[in-house]
C-alpha cells in the first residue's frame, strides 16, 4: 500500500521529484500538478523514451485521480560510451569529388586537407547506441515512483488544511442556519400583530374579521413556512462533511452538495420577508461561496 492511499482529501495541487542513478546514466523526473475537472496528463521526456508513455501513464493515472498535471524526465549519460562518432564514406567521396572537379574547372591550385573534409556537414556524426528500454525502464520506474510519493505527500498535507477550513465553514454556515431557524418561528405572529394593526389603522371603529385575518395569517405562514428547506440544509451539511472522510475523490461530489445548499438557501431568501432573515440567507450564500472556492482545488 502506497502512504498516499491513506484516506485523506487531497488537493491538486503539487510537486514532486524523483532521481536515481545506475549504469552511468541518472533519471530525474519532475511533476507538477494543478486544479483541473479531469485527469490530464502531459508528458515530457527524451524521443528515445517514447516506447515507455503508455506505461508511465498506467502509473501515473493508479494513483492520481484529478489535476492537470506536467511530467519531465531528463536522463544524464555520465560517460561517452553510448555515443560514437560515424563516417559517411559516400558523402566524403562525393564532396573530394566536387573539390577535384572545381580545380580542374576553375585551375584552382589546392590541397584538399583532412580538416577541411571533417568539417562539411554530415561527413561525421555522432550515433547514440539505443538504450535498453526494460532496463531504462527500472530506472524510470524508480524515479518515476519517487517523484509521485512526494507530489503525493504535498497534496496530502495541503488536503488536510482545506478539509479543516472547510469543516470550520461548515460550522458557521450551522450557526447562520440554526439562527434563521430561531428566527423564523416569530415570522408568523410579527405578520399577524402587523397586518391586525393595518386593518384597524384603515378600518377605524369597523370591527376586524377575526376570521378573514386567521385565513390570510394561515396563507402567509403556509407561503413563508422554511422547514423544509431548514432540514435539508442540515441534512446537506452532515453529508458535506462525512464526504469529506470518504476513501475516494470527493471534489465534484462536494461541488454537487454545494450547488443543493445553495438552492436551499435561494429557497429560503424568496420566501422571505423578514429584513433579518435575508441577512442571514446572505451570509450563507457568502460561506457556500468561500467553500466552492475551496473545493475546486480538492480531488
Known sequence: MWKDEIIMIKSMTGFGRGTVE?????????????????????????????????????VIQERIN??????????????????????????????????NRIEEKYNIKSDISLDLIAKFPDVITLKKEEDDLENTWEYLLQA?????????????????????NMIQKCNNIKDLVNNIEGR?????????????????????????DENRLAM?????????????????LNSHIIQFKDALNVDEPVGRKLDFILQEMNREANTIASKSTNLEVTQLVLSVKNEIEKVREQIQNVE
Do not use: W
Open 184 to 208: 423564523s418561528l416569530n415570522v408568523v405572529e410579527e405578520y399577524r400583530e402587523k397586518l391586525s394593526a393595518r386593518l384597524k389603522e384603515l378600518l377605524g371603529k369597523c370591527p376586524v
Open 144 to 164: 518515476l515512483n519517487d517523484a509521485i510519493s512526494m507530489l503525493m505527500d504535498m497534496r496530502e498535507k495541503e488536503g488536510k488544511k482545506l478539509k479543516d
Open 22 to 58: 545506475g549504469d552511468g546514466q541518472s533519471f530525474t523526473v519532475e511533476i507538477k500538478s494543478v486544479n483541473h475537472r479531469y485527469c490530464d496528463l502531459n508528458i515530457k521526456m527524451p524521443k528515445s523514451f517514447m516506447p515507455l508513455e503508455s506505461r508511465m501513464r498506467k
Open 66 to 99: 484529478r489535476g492537470k498535471v506536467d511530467i519531465f524526465v531528463t536522463q544524464t549519460n555520465f560517460g561517452s560510451y553510448t555515443t560514437k562518432a560515424v563516417l559517411d564514406e559516400k558523402l566524403a567521396d562525393s564532396y573530394v569529388e566536387c573539390l
Open 216 to 232: 390570510e395569517v394561515a396563507l402567509f405562514a403556509d407561503k413563508s413556512c422554511i422547514d423544509e428547506e431548514i432540514v435539508r
